[in-house]
């Protein structure tokens, strides 16, 4: 329940959600998820200005909890604040870029290395070329 959103919970999650709210529990878990929500409000800020501010009050709120692993995000946060603001410049990630390394890993992993690196740019190529082979494959049925 503490990896989904409130508005995606059943009744029953929010209701045991609720019980074990931080301000009524010490568990370290509600008050990670508390700040986890609280970084998503971060992208709900109109602009760059106002979204400025809101992640150093998120850091300074995770490197003074009891929770390791957050105090780890709020280094994190703070190596790339500058990269966090960005969005509100472009309006965009690196999801793209994210996505198209993805594929070039499981391209080098399928083939389990390679001999020269002209081949593993002619796979990256196939992989992300989008080519369509059908005409090449009704070509090779018809002279056989």
């Not at 709020?74 to 410049?89: D, F, P, S, V």
């Not at 081949?119 to 090449?136: E, K, P, S, V, W």
């Amino acid at each position: 329940m503490w990896l989904k959103k409130k508005e995606s919970l059943t009744k029953r999650q929010l209701a045991k959600r609720e019980e074990l709210d931080p301000v009524k529990t010490h568990l370290r878990e509600a008050r990670a998820c508390q700040m986890g929500e609280a970084l998503q409000d971060v992208y709900s800020c109109a602009n760059r200005k106002s979204a400025g501010r809101a992640p150093e009050r998120l850091c300074s709120w995770m490197m003074h909890s009891a929770v390791a692993e957050m105090k780890s995000v709020a280094r994190t946060l703070r190596k790339e604040q500058e990269g966090i603001l960005n969005w509100w410049k472009r309006g965009s990630t690196n999801s793209f870029l994210e996505g198209l390394n993805s594929v070039v890993q499981s391209a080098r992993s399928i083939a389990r290395g390679f001999r020269s690196i002209a081949y593993f740019r002619t796979m990256i190529f196939l992989r992300l070329g989008r080519l369509d082979f059908t005409a090449q494959k009704k070509l090779a049925c018809a002279t056989h």
